[in-house]
């Protein structure tokens, strides 16, 4: 990330990091140090929140999306 990162969540292996940056990280655990898998882009402003229920990641911005 380039900015300031908001929140974080751990599903497993994964880690997902929401940034003011716009952006959502996906982060691999099982590396050392753990290593960016994807970026995830489609916000307009800083990503402050996020939640994941099975396979699915949810995200809240400051976009109001």
């Known amino acids: 990330h380039t900015h300031f990162v908001y929140a ?3 599903v497993g292996d994964r880690l997902y990091s929401a940034s003011a940056d716009d952006t959502i990280r996906v ?3 099982t590396q050392s140090p753990p290593v960016s898998l994807h970026t ?3 916000h307009t402003d800083s ?3 996020l939640a994941v229920t099975g396979d699915r990641l949810y995200s809240g911005s400051s976009d109001n999306t």
């Open 40 to 42: 995830l882009t489609g």
């Open 47 to 49: 990503v402050v929140a």
């Open 27 to 29: 982060w691999d655990l």
């Open 8 to 10: 974080l969540v751990v």
